[in-house]
């Protein structure tokens, strides 16, 4: 464990210095045996050093020249555009898009650039299944009888416990376990808001949020949203006399990926307070971070005072999408959710429950995503590198410092809801920009998703999509 500790100790000092232009592109790091009488280790330890930063493709080899800074790390591509503030037009998402994009989901030949979750290859699976079959064993009630509404008591003192550990200042009874997180936001919604109500939302956001929005009959302002720093707050300033509740993801956005500073969530949690607004906060990446050093973002329930911030979270995008188990901490809102959730659903299956408890408690869940964080970092980077490689100069990217997407604008040329169609014969997916909103905008922007295995055919399918980007310009 030591050794392991100070190879990545070295790589991590190097790659800040790779970051900081200390390092420059097309320097020569000093050879191996000089960097191990600099740190005084051994010869092995600085080699996987070495194939760590490789792998994160910021160093290459050159054959009996040694080891330089690769071009990945100066970024060639500018990143998106930022929309202004839409409020006149009344349209709606296009469902018929969305459909198309996930029946493609059932073909495994067609790469999975488009999904919204991980691939199955980075998930802990024979652990959950381990898992699945002790709590099936020993359980005595084998998961047949009813839960409390409010959800798996020990589920939620597995999720209390380890959110005080990342300073989530949460108690087991703040709870309410949930069909995943959307159900969170749908129950969220229901307690809080009217037909004919304001929900303020991202843009572009994801689509989810839109057709719930909808379903509850709420008029929908979509707010301008940095790629790198969010909502643009003084955009809300200037609606929030018509703003009834918001719902923001803070943390790595779904599809920006950005990241809202702890200022401007303080910032954010003292208006909507002063105003009373409920804020419905989607967590649903702020574990995705990147970089070891970083510690993992305080989300805005972090700075809630009032309890007015409802904070959404589930381990769909982390550790089993299908077993559907999400919460919410609904703050002053808990009793109207509670409700909500008996009237629906009134309660989940508790086999997948107890499986997730008994994983938080004994299966290292830390370690999971330690590793899974690792894995998304080193994909993003290849993802990143080989867009620039081999998409159009003029193609802008996301910079995402957390989650699972990057959000791409292309020639403005390009529908990409016609190249959707162009693609998928070709066993290529993607998710169009155009299902990111209910406006006339994005047609030439799209998701990709890099939370899949990264290999030979994941480059080749993703230089590909590059190709007829550029056959179509």
Not at 199 to 224: D, M
Not at 408 to 426: G, H, M, N, P
Request: net charge positive; charged share 25%.
């Amino acid at each position: 464990m030591a050794k392991e500790v100070l190879y990545l100790k070295i790589a991590n000092t190097i790659e800040e210095q790779i970051f900081s232009e200390t390092l420059k592109i097309g320097d020569k790091l000093p050879s191996i045996r000089a960097l191990q009488k600099l740190h005084d280790v051994s010869l092995n330890t600085i080699k996987q050093a070495f194939l760590e930063l490789e792998s994160k493709s910021l160093i290459e080899s050159r054959p009996k020249s040694g080891f330089y800074i690769s071009n990945t790390s100066n970024r060639k591509l500018a990143i998106p555009s930022m929309n202004k503030l839409k409020l006149s037009e009344k349209q709606a998402a296009p469902e018929d898009l969305i459909t198309k994009v996930f029946d493609t989901l059932q073909d495994k030949s067609i790469s999975r650039f488009s999904l919204g979750v991980p691939d199955e290859s980075l998930l802990p699976i024979a652990k959950l299944n381990k898992g699945l079959l002790k709590v099936a064993r020993n359980w005595a009630e084998s998961g047949t009888t009813y839960e409390p509404a409010q959800g798996n008591a020990n589920l939620r003192r597995n999720v209390a416990k380890w959110s005080l550990i990342l300073d989530g200042k949460l108690a087991e009874d703040d709870f309410v376990i949930t069909s995943g997180a959307m159900n969170a936001i749908y129950n969220c919604l229901r307690a809080v808001a009217k037909r004919g109500d304001t929900i303020a939302i991202e843009s572009p956001v994801y689509f989810g949020i839109i057709q719930v929005a909808q379903t509850l009959g709420l008029n929908i302002i979509e707010l301008p949203t940095h790629p790198v720093t969010g909502v643009d707050l003084e955009a809300l300033k200037k609606v929030i006399h018509k703003i009834d509740v918001c719902c923001f993801v803070t943390n790595f956005s779904n599809p920006l990926g950005s990241l809202m500073p702890d200022e401007s969530k303080i910032e954010l949690v003292k208006m909507l307070t002063h105003h009373n607004i409920p804020l419905i906060e989607d967590d649903l990446y702020g574990n995705l971070f990147f970089g070891r050093s970083r510690p993992k973002p305080k989300p805005c329930k972090y700075y809630d005072e009032a309890g007015i911030v409802m904070w959404c979270g589930s381990v769909s995008k982390t550790l089993a999408p299908g077993y559907r188990v999400g919460w919410v901490v609904p703050g002053k809102f808990k009793d109207q959710v509670i409700r909500e959730k008996l009237v629906q659903t009134i309660c989940q299956p508790s086999l997948y429950q107890e499986v997730v408890a008994d994983f938080l408690e004994h299966g290292r869940y830390d370690h999971h995503l330690r590793n899974f964080r690792n894995t998304l970092y080193t994909n993003s980077l290849h993802f990143q590198r080989t867009i620039e490689d081999h998409f159009p100069e003029n193609t802008k990217i996301s910079q995402p410092q957390g989650g699972s997407f990057l959000w791409l604008e292309v020639d403005k040329s390009i529908d990409t809801a016609v190249l959707f169609d162009t693609a998928v014969k070709q066993k290529i997916g993607f998710a169009p920009g155009r299902i990111f909103t209910q406006h006339d905008q994005y047609n030439n922007c799209m998701r990709l998703n890099f939370a899949v295995e990264w290999n030979e055919k994941t480059e080749f399918d993703l230089k590909r999509l590059g190709q007829l980007i550029k056959n179509t310009i």
